[in-house]
């Protein structure tokens, strides 16, 4: 075997993150083909180059899931080029989960890139089909789970605890909801979130269930329904997910999706919108009340320099807002329940020193009964490995045993509109 899970969490990953440089380059498109577009962006060789390719589930105009991968690219460049390192990177973007992914990952490594890395859960399959051909080189699957356990050497895994930024996120819902009920605008019974999801399964799961969590804490008589669109990134169908959860009289829109369509439709429609990947108040100012994001650039970063000096990467990295992994958008405080950037200091700093797990089993229940015990189960609703147990010390532990997650309780208060699987 390549290697053993181990408790991500109870141990400290050192390593330097690096302070901002400058760096330049030129970018020209290179290839156009069914897969999309390559660009080649080669900046100025300050001492060691190295060449990296991304293949990209779509392209930074969807100012969110990718867009913020292109931030993560930026930060990385200014943060190596102070240690003398520059990065010749190629992009394919807009590839399909399907056999084209495997071109993709192809074309890059017979582009001469050192490094691969795969941004959407639905490649890894065609990942792992080219990483045997090419063992030279270091393949990288986010929010992925199965690289970290295969038998090769060169394939890894790498996710953040988004889970915590989605807490903090359901806090500043909460504390708007009960504002509005404090002020007659709304019934308690009518604070209801709605939220667009993309596949029923773990990652999404566990995602909204934080936020559900970190809403109720604020606001007690929240419900929440989700509507699933079985896509990643079809701003269409975010649109009308949310729009549907809108007619079923929920007044808060939130979403585990890539686009800003749902919160223009809160916006057209007058109610609230939290978002993921990117700021999105600048197409609903009056909707959007903050987001949260994974910064790629402290795995980038790491990842990169590892590779530059020799080094091995962890096989499944994973780190959280202690590590700056996990990120808050600006919170919007033109419409913000009075007090709330005080109040997300405050948590947030409780969710940093442990003071504050996201997970505490007394703050949920299934089916009416406290959960005291539950096997953690991966994205594909198997066991992990050891067939780990994850509750323990009053809390679901998230992420310890592989970066990726395997929440997939349904709590009550959580209503599924339908059911989407990839």
Known sequence: MKKFLALLLS???????VACGDTSGNTQDTTTNNQGTTDDSSGENTGTTIKVGMVCIGDENDQGYTYNFMRGVEATNEALAEKGITVDWSFIYNVTEDSSCEDANIELAEAGCQI???NSYGFEPYMLRVAPDYPEITFIACTNQASAVDELENTH????????????AGVVAGMKLQELIDNGEITADEAKIGYVGAFSFAEVISGFTAYYLGAKSECPSVTMDVN????WSD??????????LIDRGCVMISQHSDNTTPATTAQTNGVYHTGY???MISVAPDASLIGTRIDWSVYFTYAIETIVNGGTLEPDWCQGMNEDAVVMTPLNEDIAAPGTAERLAEVEDA???????VFDTSTFTVGGEEVTSCLAIDTDGDFVADSEEAVFDGAFHESLFQSAPYFTLQIDGITWVNEAYG
């Open 11 to 17: 141990l400290a990953m050192i390593f330097a993150m």
């Open 277 to 279: 990947n990117n700021d």
């Open 116 to 118: 691969i890395i795969n």
């Open 157 to 168: 895994n790498a996710f953040a605890n988004i889970y915590e930024g989605r807490y903090l």
């Open 228 to 231: 699933f669109v079985a896509s």
């Open 235 to 244: 701003a269409t169908e975010e649109a009308n997910a949310a729009q549907a």
């Open 351 to 357: 969710i940093r020193n442990g003071e504050l797990q």
